[in-house]
């Protein structure tokens, strides 16, 4: 199965999406606070997709998707935001960004969204 970074700088967030994907059979290989630690970690770790939170503090979930982009233009990364985001969700999309999930997290769109970016490759 594949392996998968969780980006958020919610302890609480991490653990819930990090519970959502080990039920869906997938490995949790690493997990990052914001955006550079999640380009620190891509590159260590080299997993098969990024879960990223849109808005955390010092580097923003979209400033380390394009950081993760530059280093891997192939890299797939879904990207997560609360409701009322469409204008970030738009960004992340034009710079590369897989997919979205919107919070509150629905466990089984999580799990699609996924499944679907993996296949895409």
Known sequence: MANILVVDDSLFMRKM????????????????????????????????????????????????LELIKKVDPNARVIMCSAMGQQSKILKAMSLGASDFIVKPFNKYKVIDTISNALKNK
């Open 17 to 64: 999406i990090i519970q959502i994907v080990n039920e869906a059979g997938y490995t949790v290989v690493g997990e990052a606070t914001d955006g550079n630690e999640a380009l620190q970690q891509y590159v260590k770790l080299e997993p098969d997709l990024v879960l990223m939170d849109i808005t955390m503090p010092y580097v923003t979930g979209l400033e380390g």
